[in-house]
């Protein structure tokens, strides 16, 4: 006699829980209904003391599989026991307080499958609660590692991996609260991601969410991670410290005429750097090195007009190229027009 062989899903659904009572039916409902269904779903609970382990139990839906931990270590723990655990061909990420739109496990499964060269899919994100925001990320590998620079250019929660692709790496407990923007920055040189362009994950904006409550220790991990991609492209770090970089590039510190200067001819290494080293498209790149210099002009004639001195302003207007003369005095006529209006 011949036994039934059970089929193993395509995707694993991976939720790390801890006290989301209030969301998880919710957050449940939109992955059992999916117009996708050859899926499993693995929840990783953090040791939680509210009853959302006995809420996803009462279901006694047999797709699912709770992991509760003994003690509660954290989010990145949890992460990185979930993806050991996972074996099927693909992992769909879903946080426990979202919602997923309902075709969102067949947008990506179909997607994936159809670009073999991709390894995480994501998509754009409708924030709701306490915020109400259309969140666009960029769509291919090339715009996405240029994004980078400036923040997480794909939402975790969002996400659909090729398990095979990921299966050797892990979050980094030491970037916790940044730890996925630290994945990304790690793994997107080697594995290709891609964000499809549509809303497919609701991403709610409570209180007690690790953004609301972490974000001072966020921002000095983020800092951390856009130097290392900074460092990347080989510039002399014996002329351009790492303060100069944050000086510049992450904060509204008061800079002078020598910053200004130290600053273009860095931009211009880095420039020649990416394309010797081919680290990103070159043409985005030149973009991005843009609209970092057109913020640096926006801070210096409009919004830190009290932390730059006008004798630098003045001394600016002479160096700078006729384009970004331009460009300024475009800022400055503008902010004028804007005022007297």
Known sequence: MIKNIKKKPKITVLIPT????????????????????????????????DNTVNLIRALGDSRITVFVKERNKGLVDSLNIGFEM??????????GDDINDLTRFEKQFNFLESHPEISACGSWLQSFGAGNR???????????M??????????????????????????????????????????GYKEKMHNLQEPLYFYRIHDSQVCSKY????????????????????????IYSDEFIIKMLMTNARYDLSDFLKF??????????????NLYNQDYFKTLLRDI???????????????????TRVKL????????KIKAVKMLIEAKLKRNN
């Open 317 to 324: 207007l002479f160096i700078l190229s006729l384009k970004w």
């Open 293 to 311: 210099k057109e913020d640096i002009l926006e801070k210096t004639f409009l919004k830190n007009r009290r932390r730059i001195s006008k004798y």
């Open 18 to 49: 801890y006290n989301v009572e209030k969301y998880i039916m919710e957050c449940l409902e939109s992955v059992l209904n999916q117009t996708f269904q050859d899926f499993d779903v693995l929840v990783i609970d953090d040791a939680s003391t």
């Open 134 to 144: 259309l969140i666009k990320h960029k769509e291919t590998h090339d715009e996405i």
């Open 215 to 238: 974000k001072p220790i966020q921002v000095e991990k983020k800092k951390i991670i856009k130097l290392r991609l900074w460092k990347k492209l080989n510039y002399d770090e014996r």
């Open 86 to 95: 996972c074996k099927n061909k693909y992992i769909a990420r879903v946080d």
């Open 146 to 187: 240029c994004a980078m620079f400036n923040s997480a250019p794909i939402n975790i929660g969002a996400t659909m991996f090729k398990r095979e692709a990921y299966q050797d790496y892990s979050f980094d407990d030491s970037m916790w609260h940044a730890e996925d923007y630290d994945f990304w920055a790690r793994t």
């Open 264 to 277: 273009q001819t860095w931009s211009n290494q880095v420039l020649v750097n990416n394309m010797e080293l």
